[in-house]
């Protein structure tokens, strides 16, 4: 509202309130849109790794149903278990890596890969390759 409308409507009657009248310099103006910039920028990545770690997780529950399914059918084919003994086994090898989750808190999904590194010298990486290596000559 410019100074000849104030008049106007105080001439009619109508309380007028001046509006402060604010100066800002271009250097406060350009560090205000670079910290809008900056945040927004944060607030997008945040969002972004929090999706990509939804989307893993998902991954990850259906690739374990399947790495519990080969384990369960080699179980089956190679040491004749039935029915029973697999789900035995199969509840008890989740409650052990529930345990070893909880107790190891480790950021891996799988501590027991360390484990058997650590305690039985058994490198599972290491034989997951070595097969690999075998599989890919034959």
């Not at 910039?37 to 991954?59: G, M, V």
């Not at 590194?117 to 290596?133: G, M, S």
Request: charged share 35%; with cysteine; proline share 1%.
């Amino acid at each position: 509202m410019n100074r000849a409308e104030r008049r106007r409507q105080k001439k009619a009657g109508i309380k007028v309130q001046k509006e402060p009248t604010l100066n800002l310099k271009v250097s406060d103006f350009d560090h205000m849109v670079s910290h809008a910039e900056k945040s927004a920028k944060e607030r997008a990545t945040a969002a972004a790794i929090h999706e990509i770690d939804r989307q893993i997780l998902e991954h990850d529950e259906a690739y374990s149903l399947d790495i519990d399914a080969m384990v369960l059918w080699t179980l089956h084919v190679y040491l004749g278990f039935g029915k029973k003994r697999l789900e035995r086994f199969y509840r008890d090898m989740l409650k052990e890596h529930i345990h070893m989750r909880e107790v190891y808190e480790m950021d891996d999904t799988y501590p027991e890969r360390y484990k058997l590194k650590e305690l039985c010298n058994v490198d599972v990486e290491a034989l997951n390759n070595e097969f690999k290596e075998v599989i890919h000559n034959v």
